[in-house]
């Protein structure tokens, strides 16, 4: 069943239930970070996405353990980056995470990037991930930024299909046949970038989706914001969507999701509305060349 409530989260394909809706810290600055998930807790946030490779894991912890809400109240996502990939770099890899965020088990611990040109390594990395499910030190497995060749290419041999495969997805850029090939496996697709904040600062084929007519249009029908129509589009169409900010004002504003309801005429010409035009990285361009970074021990 599609979420549309904020007590109707979505049910991994392992069984473990994630929160409709997340609060990312992509490019929050580490000293930003705490302040930023303590607003979004208050908000009712209980989806907090980091990664290894934000440095900001550390602020993530220290917001969960001031906010006073009990650990198993509160889903923590994070990733491995390609530097730490293979099997003994990535257990070690989690080791750090863990440490930094100050827990003893993380919800969904996922691998950052496909790394074609290594995949070997992407392959080892996510067998460690697989013994850590095992081990019960992560409740959920993942990865991030994997086209289907890449989803093939894995379970050629992984034994654990992914829970969950985080890939841009805003309105001017859906990537449907990732998202159909995350469907064929049962994973779900989660949307970084999910209201199109990339389009703004980096351009996608001119304009940005937050002053985009259509949608404009049909968030005055609703009495809403942009922003608030494109994370209902996601959640109505099955996404996991992680929408950040550092401003209380826009956290309060993203989570403000759950009495709009869209139409399914709205819905698809929100969809209509897809450019082609990948505001990230391609993921065969990311390579241990020209985005490996060192992963500090905790």
Request: overall charge negative; glycine content about 8%.
């Amino acid at each position: 069943m599609t979420p549309l409530t904020l007590d109707d989260p979505f049910t991994l394909n392992n069984g473990v239930r994630l929160p409709a809706i997340g609060f990312g810290v992509f490019q929050t600055p580490p000293d930003e970070t705490t302040d930023a998930v303590l607003a979004a807790l208050e908000t009712g946030y209980r989806h907090i996405d980091t990664a290894a490779a934000y440095g900001n894991e550390r602020g993530v912890g220290e917001a969960i353990r001031r906010s006073g809400i009990p650990r198993e109240e509160v889903f923590i996502e994070s990733k491995v980056w390609i530097s730490d990939y293979g099997y003994e770099e990535t257990l070690h890899a989690f080791e750090k995470s863990a440490d930094k965020l100050g827990v003893e088990r993380i919800d969904l611990f996922i691998l950052h990037q496909a790394l074609p040109s290594a995949f070997d390594r992407t392959r080892a990395a996510y067998r460690a991930l697989e013994t850590l499910l095992a081990d019960g030190r992560v409740r959920a497995i993942g990865v991030s930024n994997f086209m289907r060749t890449h989803l093939d290419d894995l379970m050629a041999e992984a034994s654990v299909v992914p829970a969950v495969n985080q890939i841009e997805v805003h309105p001017y850029f859906t990537q449907p046949d990732v998202q159909s090939a995350d469907a064929q496996l049962g994973t779900l697709t989660q949307a970084w970038s999910p209201i199109g904040g990339i389009t703004s600062y980096r351009g996608n084929g001119g304009g940005s989706t937050f002053d985009d007519p259509t949608i404009a249009a049909i968030a005055a029908v609703h009495g809403t914001t942009p922003a608030q129509v494109m994370l209902r589009w996601h959640l109505q169409q099955g996404r996991s969507a992680i929408p950040k900010s550092v401003k209380r004002a826009r956290i309060e504003e993203n989570f403000d999701i759950f009495d709009v309801e869209l139409t399914d005429a709205e819905l698809a010409a929100i969809s209509g509305l897809d450019r082609g035009v990948r505001g990230g990285p391609e993921p065969e361009a990311v390579t241990l060349e020209t985005f490996a970074r060192d992963i500090p021990e905790a």
